[in-house]
T-cell receptor, first 111, second 115 residues
């Protein structure tokens, strides 16, 4: 079953705008990760936030985590056409390193 | 590092044929994962190994699917006999079980088409 559910399913913006994607999950987690998938490629890890963290930054990426609401958001600032991809959240729990992925948000950045 | 290597990249086969997908994880990683991705079902975990041992195969759809990891540098996913509904992109991923190393590194995938 899918643990993480991304929202929206699709997002279209203009280059230079910010893009925000949300993820909700159902059970307790140890960490939450965001991945990017370009068309026809494998997933690429972007950022990991642990359950005891509330916010994390990496370059133009900002991730927040609210464990009380079981939700996370991924913000991409100053978007570029190259950011066009599907973005997935994945939740991990326990010590078995198993991740459960959502169905993703398809982000289109128009030049 | 070459990253996770998968072969073949594309496979077209007829229903009833045996299909074998191959994966070479990143050297030093001790967890390996097989996923299947379709438009309808998204990304599904099929099976994962830790230190070459299958830990969770609850995602394997049925007995037609089997996976092996004979050593730390090689894994196979076999479908026998294949059916059209097995058409999907199959990804292999690996990760390191070092402290806090939860991120997974994905291969480029094998696009399987069963006619």
């Amino acid at each position: 079953s899918q643990q993480g559910e991304e929202d929206p399913q699709a997002l279209s913006i203009q280059e230079g705008e910010n893009a925000t994607m949300n993820c909700s999950y159902k059970t307790s987690i140890n960490n939450l990760q965001w991945y990017r998938q370009n068309s026809g490629r494998g997933l690429v890890h972007l950022i990991l936030i642990r359950s005891n963290e509330r916010e994390k930054h990496s370059g133009r990426l900002r991730v927040t985590l609210d464990t009380s609401k079981k939700s996370s958001s991924l913000l991409i600032t100053a978007s570029r056409a190259a950011d066009t991809a599907s973005y997935f959240c994945a939740t991990g729990g326990g010590s078995n390193y198993k991740l459960t992925f959502g169905k993703g948000t398809l982000l289109t950045v128009n030049p | 590092d070459a990253g996770v290597i998968q072969s073949p990249r594309h496979e077209v086969t007829e229903m009833g044929q045996e299909v074998t997908l191959r994966c070479k994880p990143i050297s030093g990683h001790n967890s390996l994962f097989w996923y299947r991705q379709t438009m309808m079902r998204g990304l599904e975990l099929l099976i994962y190994f830790n230190n070459n041992v299958p830990i969770d195969d609850s995602g394997m759809p049925e007995d037609r699917f089997s996976a092996k990891m004979p050593n730390a540098s090689f894994s196979t996913l076999k479908i026998q006999p294949s059916e059209p509904r097995d058409s999907a992109v199959y990804f292999c991923a690996s990760s390191s079980a070092g402290a806090g190393s939860y991120e997974q590194y994905f291969g480029p995938g094998t696009r399987l088409t069963v006619t």
